[in-house]
């Protein structure tokens, strides 16, 4: 990590788009994944480093039933995902926060755990949130079986066949996460633990470790699970299906207050992505190369947007409309007089953005970076931080002023005495200790707001200022008026870091939290985005990605838009 001084005034430099254009939940609800984002970081380093896997343990039943364990060795340590499976009656099976069973059970041990080890997470990881766990436990999870596409791999398999690919497309994944905590949660170990290893250099890299491990046993289920049904005439997965099953993923409010209570490292993460924007429209020349692999991605774009399908109505015209775009964009491309002209990449970005919808405008980021991966990939080294917010007491209070004026003026044009501006509200539920999304005017609970509506709070400390007439202190304003130390130092704190603030307001009636669950989903590397409703959504984690027995040659980094494996089932 590093150190919390070096982080200096970031400025936007001429060529990188705006905070103002990047940080609105419109744009930030139509992200998509780039080779920035965390899981294409994590199998760079798989890659590079030549990670070792091993299976130590796989203690189950014909039906898939019992205690596995999973090894990675990096160059320094040695991680296990120790996995327990059962059996779920159809009346217990939800993918709701309340659950109480679950397909699958998993935690990811720090080192090779003992027969005492297992046993005693036998005990207690299946009981998740009600379990007793320690810092020896890295992350805490569970799933639960895409029960259509499981039974139909395992019967289809086991015949000696492979399954429908139609099908296939139409989940992309045998298993779905429901919860993967880490950092600290339930007894397991802290954040401050692991921060300073090199193979957790990044954000959120413990927790994808561990969904790509059970990614790996979820396929090697399925194939035991086949061949304890049909012996010798049972087959493997094509290795090209292999790759194509993601691990599936239910995300729900839980994801959203992290943006908030973490501006520093949200800048950070935009700031990287923005960077490398700017650094490929900058390009005056460009290569046979760089235009082979741009219409490479282009192509591979253009069939994973035409098998994403979802129920959600709004979503489903979105879809419709990125395919147009990525229409445009292709006949654009084939014209000669277009790309034989110089900076290539910043006319194509501009062309996006006149023509194109938001989420058609985001596709074209993802492309562009996903062309330069030499002149990119090193700025996700640097998606991260240590920097906290801070109180300066000695700031005047005039200069407090004058910084909302700078840098806020986007909350202070948002009139709050406006009932619909607040009428939404955050808070945690007493039965999960979840996040929830409230009507201010209709539920109740709004006496405990969580702190998260950054704009109403600036509208606030911008009207309390208005009234005092001495320009004192800082430090004696919040001791006057200690309601507004959290904000006062907020804003004393991201005014160094454009990107950290949502220029939008988060409490509006027509806010949509989804927005946000979208954005930093996308900064994980998910795709397949399936809203069940603007809270909640179904998505797909590492789709395409290599297994263990894949990284060879240099295509173990380009999965970028996974399409279904051109296969005729057998």
């Given at each position: 990590?590093?150190?919390e001084?070096s ?11 705006s905070p103002?254009k ?9 992200s ?8 294409r970081?994590?199998?760079r380093?798989i890659?590079?480093?030549?990670w070792r896997?091993?299976?130590?343990r ?6 898939g ?5 999973y090894v990675?060795?990096t ?10 499976t ?5 009346e ?9 069973v ?5 935690n990811l ?7 005492a ?13 009600a ?5 020896s436990?890295l ?5 639960n079986?895409?029960?259509?596409l499981?039974?139909?791999?395992a ?16 989940v ?10 880490g950092?600290g949660?339930?007894?397991c170990?802290?954040?401050e ?5 090199s193979?957790?250099?990044g954000?959120?890299?413990?927790e994808?470790i561990?969904?790509y491990?059970?990614?790996w ?7 035991y699970?086949a ?13 090209e ?5 993601g691990i ?14 973490h ?12 960077t490398?924007l ?5 390009l005056?020349?460009h ?5 082979s ?7 591979q774009?253009?069939?994973h947007?035409a ?5 959600d109505?709004?979503q489903?015209?979105?879809i419709?409309k990125?395919r ?6 292709s006949n ?6 277009n790309i034989?002209?110089p900076?290539?990449?910043e ?5 996006a953005e006149?023509n194109?919808?938001l ?14 991966g ?13 920097t ?12 407090l002023r004058?910084l ?10 948002i009139d709050?005495?406006?009932p ?5 509200f ?9 996040p929830?999304?409230?009507?201010r005017?209709a539920d109740p609970?709004?006496?405990?707001e969580?702190?998260?509506?950054v704009a109403?709070?600036?509208f606030?400390?911008?009207?309390k ?7 004192i202190?800082?430090?004696k304003f919040?001791?006057?008026?200690p ?5 006062v ?9 454009p ?7 988060i409490?509006?009636a ?5 927005d ?7 900064f ?6 399936d809203?069940k409703?603007e809270l909640?959504?179904r998505i ?12 060879v040659?240099?295509d ?10 051109d296969?005729?089932?057998?």
């Amino acid at each position: 990590m590093e150190d919390e001084k070096s982080e200096t005034t970031h400025i936007v430099t001429k060529g990188m788009r705006s905070p103002e254009k990047v940080m609105r939940l419109a744009r930030m609800g139509s992200s998509f994944q780039t080779r920035l984002s965390f899981m294409r970081s994590l199998t760079r380093r798989i890659s590079k480093e030549k990670w070792r896997f091993e299976k130590l343990r796989f203690e189950v039943d014909e039906k898939g039933y019992g205690t596995s364990v999973y090894v990675v060795h990096t160059p320094e340590r040695t991680y296990s995902l120790i996995t327990f499976t059962n059996e779920v009656a159809p009346e217990q099976r939800t993918d709701r926060v309340v659950a109480e069973v679950w397909d699958a059970t998993f935690n990811l041990f720090d080192g090779i755990p003992t027969e005492a080890d297992i046993k005693r997470l036998s005990a207690n990881t299946p009981k998740q949130e009600a379990g007793r766990f320690g810092p020896s436990e890295l992350v805490l999870a569970r799933a639960n079986k895409s029960l259509r596409l499981f039974e139909h791999v395992a019967s289809r398999l086991s015949e000696g066949k492979q399954p429908d690919i139609e099908l296939l497309a139409s989940v992309g994944y045998l298993m779905r996460t429901t919860a993967v905590y880490g950092s600290g949660k339930f007894g397991c170990a802290d954040r401050e633990k692991i921060s300073n290893r090199s193979e957790m250099r990044g954000s959120f890299q413990v927790e994808l470790i561990t969904v790509y491990l059970f990614r790996w046993f979820t396929i090697e289920l399925v194939e035991y699970v086949a061949k304890q049904r049909g012996g010798r005439k049972a087959v493997s997965l094509n290795p090209e299906i292999s790759k194509f099953l993601g691990i599936g993923n239910a995300t729900g409010l839980g994801m959203a207050p992290f943006l908030i209570k973490h501006p520093v490292l949200i800048h950070k993460w935009v700031l990287a992505r923005e960077t490398a924007l700017s650094r490929v429209v900058a390009l005056e020349s460009h290569t046979p190369e760089s235009l082979s692999l741009f219409s490479k991605f282009m192509f591979q774009a253009t069939q994973h947007i035409a098998e994403w399908n979802v129920e959600d109505e709004q979503q489903t015209s979105r879809i419709i409309k990125t395919r147009e775009d990525l229409k445009q964009l292709s006949n654009w491309f084939a014209n000669e007089e277009n790309i034989n002209q110089p900076l290539i990449w910043e006319r194509i970005l501009r062309f996006a953005e006149a023509n194109f919808s938001l989420e058609g405008q985001e596709l074209t980021v993802s492309l562009l970076l996903e062309s330069h991966g030499k002149l990119v990939d090193e700025l996700a080294d640097d998606m991260q931080t240590s920097t906290g917010i801070e109180l300066e007491p000695s700031m005047s209070l005039n200069q407090l002023r004058e910084l909302l004026q700078k840098s806020f003026n986007w909350a202070l044009e948002i009139d709050f005495d406006d009932p619909e501006k607040q009428r939404r509200f955050w808070y945690y539920s007493e039965e999960k200790l979840e996040p929830r999304f409230g009507d201010r005017y209709a539920d109740p609970g709004a006496e405990q707001e969580m702190p998260l509506a950054v704009a109403r709070d600036v509208f606030l400390l911008n009207k309390k200022i208005k009234s005092v007439s001495d320009d004192i202190s800082v430090g004696k304003f919040v001791q006057n008026h200690p309601e507004f130390r959290n904000i006062v130092r907020r804003v004393q704190t991201v005014v160094r870091f454009p990107y950290a603030e949502i220029r939008d307001n988060i409490v509006d009636a027509e806010m949509r939290p989804i927005d946000l669950l979208r954005f930093k989903l996308a900064f994980f590397g998910a795709s397949k985005f399936d809203p069940k409703s603007e809270l909640w959504t179904r998505i797909t984690l590492f789709q395409g990605a290599p297994l263990p027995d894949q990284f060879v040659g240099n295509d173990s980094d380009e999965w970028a838009f996974p399409f279904c494996p051109d296969i005729v089932a057998a």
